[in-house]
């Protein structure tokens, strides 16, 4: 799945240096079937998580 991520060394703005994390933060949403603003706060910020999870959406990475 790492090539198909969002945020390699060579893309720029973010980085992708938590890209697991972030996705056991989408997988946590999916289990619990809990609103983004549940998500526990080592994950990072719920609205940082989603709006990355909606850039994501957009750019068809889960899809591909």
Do not use: Q
């Amino acid at each position: 799945m790492e090539p198909l991520c969002l945020g390699k060394k060579t893309d720029r703005g973010r980085s992708g240096t938590d890209n697991r994390l972030f996705i056991e933060a989408v997988l946590w949403i999916a289990r619990t079937g809990s609103p983004w603003r549940d998500l526990p706060t080592y994950f990072g910020h719920w609205n940082s998580v989603y709006s990355r999870y909606s850039d994501w959406m957009k750019a068809g990475v889960f899809k591909r």
